[in-house]
Structures are given as C-alpha cells and as structure tokens.
C-alpha cells in the first residue's frame, strides 16, 4: 500500500532563514507528487507538483521541491522564509492510471516562523 | 475561473443525530469529486470520490456515505453521528485526466458531542 512520511511534525525557523520540509514516500511505481499549504482553518492550497522531467520543481511563494527517485523523496525548501509561510505543509502522491487522481497525504509539518 | 464551495462552515451536532454537509463547483463541468476529513496530527484521509453522477466509490468503511445528485454537487451523509465523526471535512475536485492536482474548498469543521 501506499504511505507518505513526513518525519517532522513541528519545525521552528526564524525569519529569513532557509527552510527544508522533508517528505519521503512508499509507492509501487514513480506516482505523480504535490506538496499542499494549509492556514489554520482553510482549505489546502497547491504549491507546487512533480509529474515528469526536470527533478527540480518551481512553485509559487518562492517554494521549490526536488525530486530523488534513489531516495523516493520529495523535499520542500525555500531559501528565505517570510513570517507569513507560517502554516501546515503537506505532501502528497497520487496515481498515474486509474479513473481518478486518489491522493495519499503525509501527516503534515507544521511550520512556526520566529521573528 | 473554478470555485468550490463548502456549507455549513461550522457544524456542533449531538451523537445519533443526522448529517448532511454539501459542496457544490463552479466554474468547471463533469468534475471528479472527493471527500476527505482531517483529524488532529493525521493528516488527510480520503472518504469517498466520485467519477460522475451517482457513481461514488468508498475508500473506508464507516458511518457516512456520500452522493452526488447533480455533476457538481457532492454530498456528505450520516444517519446517526458517532463521536468519532468529529473532524474537518474539506471537499476537492479535479479535472478527469489522471494526474491532476486537487483543489480544495474551505472545509466544515465538524463537532459532535
């Protein structure tokens, strides 16, 4: 079965500071993968996705992900993080057949940003 | 450009009462559906999605069940509430291509006492 691990549950950084979010995943072939910004009390807004090609993904934000296929790993990073990027990140892979895109989420990281 | 909606945004409901939560999309037509809900530390676990009018697939078993009347409107069903219903419940859709990404609407944040 399929699984998302998102090993950090809380991360603290200051203001300005780089920032790296770790997601690594259990899938039975290469999935298609998305990492989901979430304030408290809203709904999940995409930041970026990974469906083929270059293993380093732009997103919105400022927000960057690299792709490992050795590692089936995801990362998030960000080189300068604003107080405002203070949210809950989620990461999440989803099917490359089937009838509809079924995403599997991780458990979610939650990032406080310190002034 | 697609908006989803999401009603009510709070609901507090006592144990053994009914539920009936809705999501209706604008703005796309014969969108997929999904349900999903949020506990505390667990992250998003999908409940149901559906492909098209009246057809709605399951991903757990348990004490909801969804349906989907009209192409954009996707319901959220109980009965009788248990406890364990308590949550955030966010609708999403997607294009039909497989692949693509979900998007989300504001959620419901459930409380059954």
Known sequence: AQSVTQ???????????????????????????????????????????????????????GFEAEFKRSQSSFNLRKPSVHWSDAAEYFCAVGPRTGTASKLTFGTGTRLQVTL | SQTIHQWPATLVQPVGSPLSLECTVEGTSNPNLYWYRQAAGRGLQLLFYSIGIDQISSEVPQNLSASRPQDRQFILSSKKLLLSDSGFYLCAWSVKEI?????????TRLTVL
């Open chain 2, 99 to 107: 692949g693509n990404e979900q998007f989300f609407g504001p959620g």
């Open chain 1, 7 to 61: 090993p950090d549950i809380h991360i603290t950084v200051s203001e300005g500071a780089s920032l790296e979010l770790r997601c690594n995943y259990s899938y039975g072939a290469t999935p298609y993968l998305f990492w989901y910004v979430q304030s408290p009390g809203q709904g999940l807004q995409l930041l970026l996705k990974y469906f083929s090609g270059d293993t380093l993904v732009q997103g919105i934000k």
